[in-house]
């Protein structure tokens, strides 16, 4: 039994393409699309947007988590990000950290290597848990 099973990957990988195509990046010409399934069903996508002052570019997932606020929150349940031709991108670094605090460690990433946890990309991850023991210690 494969651990994605129930998850339609066609239906998200599509969902990612079709917002890839909407993404701006006149710099780099490498365009991102990310595309979500939320806890309740719900499909939120997201594409990278670029900026003169390069550094200022914002990935395809920080669309994606905007929209997932925007649109009623909840938890990642799956994700698929494409690059231009509509294949499996890894996240960035930093991008696997919005996806953990808006994931769990059971959220299932489509990646070049096959379907893998978000605990598999992102090993002994920093998240709210710690500040929350970090400020009871402080307040101790
Ligand atoms: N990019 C994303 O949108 N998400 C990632 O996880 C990797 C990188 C974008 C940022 C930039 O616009 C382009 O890809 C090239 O780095």
């Excluded at 900026?51 to 200022?56: F, P, R, T, V």
Aim: charged share 15%; net charge negative.
């Amino acid at each position: 039994m494969s651990m994605s099973e129930g998850i339609d990957w066609t239906a998200l990988q599509s969902a990612a393409i079709a917002i890839m195509h909407k993404a701006y990046a006149p710099y780099s010409h490498f365009k991102v699309g990310v595309a979500g399934l939320m806890d309740d069903g719900r499909i939120v996508t997201g594409c990278n947007v670029e900026n003169a002052s390069y550094g200022l570019t914002l990935c395809a997932e920080c669309g994606m988590v905007s929209s997932i606020h925007a649109t009623g929150g909840g938890l990642l349940t799956a994700v698929a990000c494409v690059d231009q031709h509509g294949n499996a991108l890894m996240p960035c670094g930093r991008c696997r950290q919005l996806l953990w605090e808006h994931g769990s460690p059971t959220t299932q990433i489509m990646t070049p290597e096959g379907v893998l946890t978000l605990p598999d990309i992102l090993p002994q991850a920093f998240g709210p848990a710690d500040l929350q023991s970090r400020a009871e210690d402080a307040h101790a």
